[in-house]
């Protein structure tokens, strides 16, 4: 059962790496459009009124979808987490009645071993 839990914990691990990389794309992504609008002020092919604009709009939409991003992250682990929950319970059952019907099948033996016993005598 430790095994289960280790698998699970590595997948859960696994989407923490994929949030964090979509983290690191969105602030590189940020990070390069304000290069560009710094890059179109110094052209002149922007004022630099549009350019504070532009930079605070793009700040804005990677805030807003960092946030997003963290709320799909948060939503699917809970769904990981539960799925988990219910797979373990899942195998706690099927152990349980793995055990329940070993033990009717050595009643079972034990019986009939009995009864072999006595009809030899």
Same mark, same amino acid.
């Given at each position: 059962?430790?095994?289960?839990?280790?698998?699970?914990?590595?997948?859960?691990?696994? /989407?923490?790496?994929?949030?964090?990389?979509?983290?690191?794309? /969105?602030?590189?992504?940020?990070?390069?459009?304000?290069? #560009?609008?710094?890059? #179109?002020?110094?052209?002149?092919? /922007?004022?630099?009124?549009?350019?504070?604009? /532009?930079n605070?709009?793009?700040?804005r939409?990677?805030?807003?979808?960092?946030?997003?991003?963290?709320?799909?992250?948060?939503?699917?682990?809970?769904?990981?987490?539960?799925?988990?929950?219910g #797979?373990?319970?899942?195998?706690?059952?099927?152990?349980?009645?793995?055990?329940?019907?070993?033990?009717?099948?050595?009643?079972?033996?034990?019986?009939?071993?009995?009864?072999?016993?006595?009809?030899?005598?």
């Amino acid at each position: 059962m430790a095994d289960n839990n280790n698998i699970l914990d590595g997948f859960g691990e696994g /989407l923490h790496k994929v949030f964090l990389a979509g983290v690191g794309a /969105l602030a590189t992504t940020s990070e390069k459009g304000k290069a #560009l609008v710094n890059e #179109l002020v110094q052209k002149g092919e /922007l004022t630099v009124e549009q350019g504070k604009q /532009l930079n605070a709009e793009l700040s804005r939409k990677a805030a807003a979808a960092k946030e997003e991003a963290k709320k799909n992250a948060s939503a699917m682990m809970s769904n990981v987490a539960d799925a988990a929950e219910g #797979l373990k319970e899942t195998a706690k059952g099927a152990v349980n009645e793995a055990k329940s019907r070993a033990a009717d099948a050595k009643d079972a033996k034990e019986a009939n071993e009995t009864k072999a016993a006595d009809a030899e005598k």
